[in-house]
């Protein structure tokens, strides 16, 4: 082992997750030889500022300003990325890709918009692209997705992949808070943004949902193709009923295939306390994959973190060693670089299958509205909601207000299509007894 | 694609595992063409009754009663053995691996009992021994084990991996049955075999335990490596305590590694209610990996049955039908045989870590017992603790038999060494005032 030749190693970006990448890379360096079976040498690090103290005790010769320094050293095989964002960063992965070097990634932005034409760029160069790391933190997920269920037809993913928001419904759920008081919490403790948006709108879970869609399906899931809603309406009465009417509110990120078109959504929904979902609390993250042998399967962990996503990070990086000492073999057997194919590379084919909008979608809806306290209220409702066949499962009334003589009722219903729960709505808010229709949620399992 | 060769693969044995791998053979031919490049060819299938009627519509010509139709057959390449049980199923693996065949199994008794020295075989004859399906049916768990977390040292393994006790305990927990009728109901639903021993004694899951702990720590264990003790003594008293203090009590194979050795035990467990682990509930299995990178992920779905066994079989099929492409490729370049080193290969080099004696374990612990109803026997059962360092946590007492002059006693202790525990237990025996132990349970998380 220790005559062969080492593989050489660039990272792009020193921040949370490159920090850990960098020590896991020094620290496990033997480990991870032993397992390659060839040492791995981190040549380069591009940071922003050379003069920044590092929390990782590295030699200052490895770092450097200029992305060249990595993207154009032969003497790299595999190139890490995790600088974050869409640009510079697709660009630096595209053009190490056409240097022939191995990538990994934990950029769920890039994947999500670029993925397929990138890794079409990595197998005309004979490389891979690898971004486990970009959906699901640490979970081992993308890997048994595709080399360990490949038998099966896949029907349905219902993933909570957004850390940050899955903190803040917790602790609204457990603790009652309100949203702004539970997301000032979460940022206070890190686990936010000071601007949360990205969390809290579903941006974040609607790029790893693309990603895993387009895995699942074999057919390429945009992030504008995912309907998308966040969490900033919820409020504690609609955890007081969805607790009273036994379910935990998510913000689930769901893909399903559906008559041959495929149906992609990240928003808040009810999910019954008995699912093994409603269960999943902080930050952890936890992707349920249903396929036709398989049934349903559900993959746990940490969605993100320094050490979490290295874990991802250094499992795409040995695998990627790995094809590079074959190819290094092969060649020495004296096959050409044209002769050798990329070990690790996805021969699904990618269809392309219809998106399926929101309007056609079929579930069952809770529906909390404030209403004049008189009477035929509830038929008025029932009448805006029966015309358009939504039929109700169950109501609440409560919460009487004597001096706004106003009322707040909540309404089940049963599956529905969601351009009819949207037309009535509408006619709802023109009724003069409705004060507000205060929140739409739907309702999974 | 139509102008490759196929691949062929040798079926042996067509129960209830085998006639699902058989069903997903023919009737996802094409799919699997497509994923793989390649077609494969179900030449023959071993059977041990001719004119038995079968479920699957297959091709007669294909059975045979003679396994060397598979084993010598050069037109097969791949074998898939779900005869079960160990012999003659090793020895048909070893031959398939030494006439250079990838074999693909779900035989957890063979792999646990056998499986370094044919994984040894398979190396030197440039073939895979592939056995995804031997632990948690269709459940991803070898593959994200052995290549998602790869830079992670594993320090534990809590797992429930035994459908059936699952089953039993769910059943007991949920509504109160005893175990001889939760036994009883589970044989009427096909969950338990007419003889449950190898399922309650918890062999099956030392089976799985010892496998999965060969994996995580890159040492072998053995399936008599595993302290084993079954669910039989379990009572419904039991689990009326476990509901009081805030625990249900599950089947756990642990395997943690401390300070450099192996702890590897089945044995019932309480385990706390809010761990993810407690709510796995009925025939589902789960399996909680822990790295020094990842932090705890946990792997969950069906460890059983027809179909999800096939998922993880066809997945391992797959993987071989792949690489015996890529040697196809490269004997077509021009390299022999021996140039060729099979693609799915384990570098991790075998340590020989030391197993944990079950006496030296140190955990908390749940005792039963029943006493004379008289003052002063508390303090002699303390003193038989304290005397042997071991403190008590929380004390119930309850159920006063007066007829008998007769009260049950359930102590919680702090955690305590496994001998003392023993050595304390027999002196309470001793005592004039303890009319019974009923039970000892260890107590995790």
């Known amino acids: 082992m220790a005559d062969r ?3 050489g190693v660039g990272l792009m970006g020193l921040g949370v997750v490159g920090s850990g990448v960098a020590r896991t890379l020094v620290e496990k360096n033997r480990a991870l030889a032993e397992e390659i079976g060839c040492r791995l040498a981190l040549k380069k690090i591009l940071v922003r500022d050379l003069s920044k103290p590092r929390a990782v ?4 010769p490895l770092f450097t ?5 990595i993207l154009s050293d032969p003497a790299i095989q595999i190139v890490i990325e ?3 964002g869409e640009q510079p ?6 053009q190490a890709l056409l240097n022939g070097k191995y990538v990994v990634t934990a950029n769920k932005e890039v994947i999500a918009k670029h993925g397929p034409e990138l890794m079409e760029i990595a197998q005309q160069n004979g490389v891979s692209l690898l971004y486990e790391a970009s ?8 890997l048994p997705l595709k080399q360990g269920l490949p038998a099966n037809e896949i029907s349905a993913i219902y993933a909570i992949i957004n850390g940050t928001t899955n903190y803040i419904l917790t602790k609204m759920s457990a603790e009652g808070l309100s949203f702004p008081t539970a997301l000032k919490q979460a940022q206070e403790l890190g686990y936010a943004e000071p601007d949360a948006a990205n969390d809290i709108e579903g941006i974040d879970a609607a790029y790893k949902l693309a990603i895993l869609a387009t895995a699942a399906f074999h057919t390429i899931v945009r992030p504008e193709d995912v309907f998308r809603q966040g969490i900033a309406r919820l409020a504690e009465h609609d955890f007081r009923y969805a607790k009273e009417l036994d379910y935990e509110i998510k913000l689930l990120a769901i893909a399903k295939k559906v008559n041959g078109a495929i149906e992609v959504r990240v928003h808040p929904a009810f999910v019954p306390t008995d699912f093994l979902l409603a269960k999943v609390s902080g930050v952890y993250n936890a992707i349920q994959i249903e396929g036709d042998l398989v049934g349903k399967v559900l993959f746990y962990g940490e ?4 050490l979490p996503t290295s874990s991802a990070i250094v499992a795409d990086v040995i695998a990627a060693a790995k094809s590079v000492i074959q190819q290094r073999e092969l060649g020495a057997k004296g096959l050409s670089r044209s002769a050798r194919s990329p070990l690790i590379a996805s021969h699904s084919p990618f269809l392309a299958l219809a998106i399926k909008p929101i309007s056609e979608l079929q579930t069952r809806y809770y529906l909390r509205m404030s209403v004049a306290d008189s009477p035929g209220v509830l038929a008025q409702i029932a009448r805006a909601l029966g015309d358009r066949s939504i039929s109700i ?8 207000d004597t001096d706004a003589q106003t009322a707040e009722i909540v309404i089940m219903t049963h599956p529905a299509r969601e351009e009819f729960m949207r037309q009535a709505l509408e006619e709802m808010e023109k009724l003069p007894v409705v004060k507000e229709i205060c929140n739409l949620i739907r309702v999974e399992g």
């Open 5 to 7: 030749e080492s593989i």
């Open 65 to 69: 300003l200029d992305p060249q320094q």
């Open 135 to 142: 959906v699901g933190g640490g979970i081992p997920l993308l």
């Open 57 to 60: 005790s590295l030699e200052s």
């Open 82 to 84: 995790v600088i974050g």
């Open 393 to 400: 499962s169950s109501v609440i009334q409560k919460e009487t």
């Open 89 to 94: 960063a697709a660009a630096f992965i595209k």
């Open 303 to 306: 969605g993100a973190g320094s």
